[in-house]
């Protein structure tokens, strides 16, 4: 979904991807193999520095449905304010 939009994608030979925005102001990392993320139960994080506001972090677990972080990701790329 991302790399159809121009969102630069690196993918590790661990298995984790991260992409960020063509603004630079969204990061999205799925961590399956990161140790750190895993310790905290992670699986998603996400990262928006958003114009005017202070940055903020939304990170989802290994329980969440992949399909409530797509909707969660469509919302908040649709969303021009951030």
């Known amino acids: 979904?991302?790399?159809?939009?121009?969102?630069?994608m690196v993918d590790t030979p661990e298995a984790n991807v991260h992409c960020t925005s063509p603004d630079g102001r969204i990061y999205v990392g799925w961590l399956p193999e990161d140790p750190g993320a895993w310790k905290r139960g992670i699986l998603w994080?996400?990262?928006?520095?958003?114009?005017?506001?202070?940055?903020?972090?939304?990170?989802?677990?290994?329980?969440?449905?992949?399909e409530a972080v797509a909707g969660f990701l469509a919302e908040l790329i649709a969303t021009p304010t951030r």
Do not use: D
């Not at 994080?45 to 992949?66: K, L, M, R």
């Open 1 to 8: 979904m991302l790399s159809r939009l121009g969102w630069p």
């Open 45 to 66: 994080c996400i990262q928006v520095q958003p114009t005017g506001a202070a940055p903020w972090t939304q990170e989802f677990g290994v329980h969440t449905p992949s």
